[in-house]
């Protein structure tokens, strides 16, 4: 079956641009959370949607937003981008407790 | 609060050689413990996973995990290390209350030398 899909793989933006990212998660998975890695930070937490409901947000500023569609895609939008908001943008869909996330390849923001 | 540890940023070891790769955690209650790997601008690929049961667990491409109440560890294992075994290695924790969020620790870079 289809994994993970994340569009687009990478993205080049200037700053005080805004950008979204899509997320396609694994068929009849309805939660999709979404990551920031970066060499510094490691790997942080944004937020996770559940059947179109964000359930729980990381600590990030409210440039940083998203939200979950019908069909479980989502979409993570970062308004007024500032050059730290580099990194690669995973996303990861899931189905139950016991279950293993399942990650995208991410998509490589570049703030210039 | 949960949280995972992996005190060593980075291990060499020599092809054909185990390995080890360190994984400390902190959590009220049962921990799911998980570990995934990470190649050069890729996202993360499943390894292996504690839930209940057996503490030996054993995942995808010979690797293996102990799982430690005692001392809180997860560590990952390898009888025989490969030179494509070398790439970023991450343990996570489930978030207690909502399956699709997880803690990860700070990462090891695994270099396997031939």
């Known amino acids: 079956k289809a994994g993970v899909t994340q569009t687009p793989r990478y993205l080049i933006k200037t700053r005080g641009q805004q950008v979204t990212l899509s997320c396609s998660p694994i068929?009849?998975?309805?939660?999709v959370s979404w990551y920031q890695q970066t060499p510094g930070q490691g790997l942080q937490f944004l937020f996770e949607y559940f059947s179109e409901t964000q359930r729980n947000k990381g600590n990030f500023p409210g440039r940083f937003s998203g939200r979950q569609f019908s069909n479980s895609r989502s979409e993570m939008n970062v308004s007024t981008l500032e050059l730290g908001d580099s990194a690669l943008y995973l996303c990861?869909?899931?189905?139950?407790?016991?279950?293993?996330?399942?990650f995208g390849q991410g998509t490589r923001l570049t703030v210039v | 609060a949960q949280s995972v540890a992996q005190p060593e940023d980075q291990v060499n070891v020599a092809e054909g050689n185990p390995l080890t790769v360190k994984c400390t955690y902190s959590?009220?209650?049962?921990?799911?413990l998980f570990w995934y790997v990470q190649y050069p601008n890729r996202g993360l690929q499943f390894l292996l996973k504690y839930i209940t049961g057996d503490n030996l667990v054993k995942g995808s491409y010979g690797f293996e995990a102990e799982f430690n109440k005692s001392q809180t560890s997860f560590h990952l294992k390898k009888p025989s290390a490969l030179v494509s075994d070398s790439a970023l290695y991450f343990c996570a924790v489930r978030d207690k209350y909502n399956f699709n969020k997880f803690y990860f620790g700070s990462g090891t870079k695994l270099n396997v030398k031939p």
């Open positions: 990861a869909s899931s189905i139950r407790r016991e279950s293993e996330a399942f």
């Open positions: 068929s009849g998975h309805r939660s």
């Open positions: 959590v009220s209650g049962n921990p799911y």
